[in-house]
RNA sequence: GACCGCUUAGCUCAGCCGGUAGAGCAACUGACUUUUAAUCAGUAGGUCGAGGGUUCGAAUCCCUCAGCGGUCACCA
């Protein structure tokens, strides 16, 4: 358990509240209250409490309650208390709906319950019963006749009004960011709607979920470096997998359904940035019997529908700048658009060697043994990716950096792929399925001759995939998209640690 | 992994060409059954991230370490 760096007053003198001397510390005030609770026959932690309403349906409700009228409508809600204003008398309670005030008036008040208002703090969950009202200046209240305590809270609240704006404490600390940080409820909320949406579609189109290991023998279906663990009980190294797709193409080889999904995590044991950490979620999808034109089209509906699910219009503001996810969108292929951007024509062009000289002409400085593929490619990243803002497909990338993508059915150098980009990033990968089982062990080598030559990301051969191929992979088309990243978009979050409950940090010293 | 920056009260932040700390919120005491960041009066709260150095004297200058952030590299 990790232990919390916040402990400094506990020892001063007179932090515990020794009789005749005023508490300083605002801890041992909680824990003095806490005590007073019990010492009155309250109980500080009670089991359960019977809420009739949520304060977001209490709104609802009494939209057309005047200001000032008084009903006698019996309500009992529940929540953490965010603020206290005039010495209790006003009390804001808030629940996983919203906020409601709740109106403590010594008239509507007997003396004891008014007397256990005083033990009551910030931060504290509180149940109220009592009558629905609006105040004469126009806020809906419980006239509260009776409250009760169901947690004491121990700890402090953050500021009210700046909130926690600590970094490493919201992201550490999760718990108390989501207590006073609308912002960062609402964006894990989006998260959840999301997922939840893109999950629901699938089944609508009559995919399967599925569930894939985990822990994985060979690496593939990505170019990464992995997480290494250990199992005792095979005394045998696993990798924490880097992708799912060797797996889900062999249950479309065993025909269990004509299109699959996961949606899961991934490991990659790379540098933590505001776009990347380690441990990611992403939806994979393989589907029998399509190729990669059908892809574009689902992703574009998808993304849409989504974008319109979370905020009831295709055009939104990213960044700064509109972004409409309207379809079509734009397709390009590679070549092209790297000869938009850097007046190169690559297709043009045959050997490696010439290919490194006309980057660097273009200003685009690449390795002495890279190849045309991985040339064009950095010239994509360098000249293109960040001008692509509004959702565009990428297509026909070069064979050499697509190990697991089918060459194109009327050009050799290229494969059937695409990359889906917005704001200029990544939001999806997608291709034709390479599914010639001869085809794809000439590619496997060429990757585990890369992998000898000190490329740590280049993939593995893994034979038993192979002969899934031999069996016989239907004509598949796949995709994976990253879900935080998506999230990121539609929520316009700028770390991608906001839209991660727990992101991954370095432990403490 | 490299470079740059940040770390002061529970929280949000001032103070930094060296003279051992200040505000608002939170807390406590009291006033007002009034509110919307309620208000008013008072009280208390800090080994200034950790360790070392320079100096008569360090929150402030120097070094090391830790955490965090940013940029780059790798990548989705």
């Known amino acids: 358990m990790m232990t919390q760096p916040v402990e400094k007053n506990q020892t001063s003198d007179n932090s515990n509240g020794t009789p005749n001397e005023p508490i300083t510390n605002p801890k041992a005030a909680k824990a003095a209250k806490l005590q007073a609770l019990k010492e009155k026959g309250v109980e500080p932690y009670p089991h359960v409490y019977d809420r009739t309403h949520m304060a977001a349906e209490l709104h609802e409700k009494y939209k057309d309650l005047e200001d000032g009228s008084e009903t006698e409508d019996q309500v009992s809600v529940a929540g953490r208390i965010m603020a206290m204003r005039n010495n209790g008398m006003f009390i804001d309670l808030m629940d996983a709906s919203g906020r409601i005030q709740v109106f403590c008036h010594k008239q509507s008040m007997d003396e004891e319950a008014l007397a256990q208002l005083k033990l009551y703090d910030l931060g504290d969950i509180i149940g109220a019963k009592g009558t629905m009202r609006r105040t004469p200046r126009g806020e809906l209240s419980v006239r509260v006749t009776e409250t009760f305590m169901l ?66 023998e060979i690496l593939g279906g990505a170019s990464a470096k992995p997480f290494v663990t250990h199992y005792n009980a095979l005394s045998h190294d696993f990798y924490l997998r880097i992708a799912p797709e060797l797996k889900l193409k062999r249950l479309i080889v065993g025909g269990i359904a004509d299109s699959v999904f996961e949606i899961n995590r991934n490991f990659r044991n790379e540098g933590v940035s505001i776009k990347h950490n380690p441990e990611f979620t992403m939806i994979e999808g393989y589907h029998a019997f399509k190729d990669y034109n059908d892809l574009m089209d689902l992703i574009e509906d998808l993304v849409g529908q989504a974008v319109e ?14 972004v409409n996810f309207a379809g079509p969108w734009r397709r390009v292929s590679m070549c092209d658009l790297v000869k938009e951007h850097t007046g190169v024509d690559f297709m043009a062009i045959e050997t490696a060697e010439e290919a490194r000289e006309a980057a660097l002409k273009a200003g685009v400085h690449t390795e002495s043994n890279a190849n045309w593929g991985q040339v064009v490619e950095a010239c994509f990243d360098e000249k293109a990716e960040h001008t692509l803002i509004q959702p565009t497909h990428v297509t026909d990338h070069p ?8 060459n194109h059915r009327d050009n050799p150098r290229v494969v059937e792929r695409f990359e889906t980009f917005v704001n200029g990033w990544e939001i ?43 069996y016989g992979l239907p004509p598949t088309a796949g995709w994976g998209m990253g879900l935080d990243r998506l999230v990121m978009l539609l929520t316009d979050s700028h770390n991608i640690r906001d839209v991660i409950c727990f992101p991954t940090l370095r432990p403490k010293g």
């Not at 909130?163 to 999760?174: C, I």
């Not at 718990?175 to 989006?190: C, F, G, M, Q, W």
């Not at 009831?312 to 509109?322: K, L, V």
């Not at 064979?399 to 089918?406: D, G, M, N, V, W």
């Open 151 to 216: 947690t004491k809270s121990l700890e402090i609240l953050p500021e009210k009004h700046h909130g926690l704006s600590d970094v490493e404490q919201r992201y550490r600390q999760r718990y108390v960011d989501l207590i006073v940080n609308d912002e960062s409820r609402e964006t894990l909320r989006a998260r959840s709607k999301i997922i939840s949406f893109i999950r629901r579609y699938m089944e609508d189109m009559g995919a399967l979920e599925v569930e894939t290991p985990m822990l994985h």
């Open 309 to 322: 699910h979370i905020h009831g219009t295709r055009e939104i503001e990213i960044d700064g700048q509109m």
């Open 399 to 406: 064979f050499e950096i697509s190990p697991l993508a089918k």
């Open 428 to 470: 999806a990968n997608a291709f034709t399925e390479l599914n010639d089982p001869a085809v794809q062990r000439e590619r496997f080598e060429a990757q585990v001759e890369q992998r000898e030559a000190g490329d740590e990301e280049a993939q593995m051969l893994d034979e038993d995939y192979i002969t899934a191929l031999e």
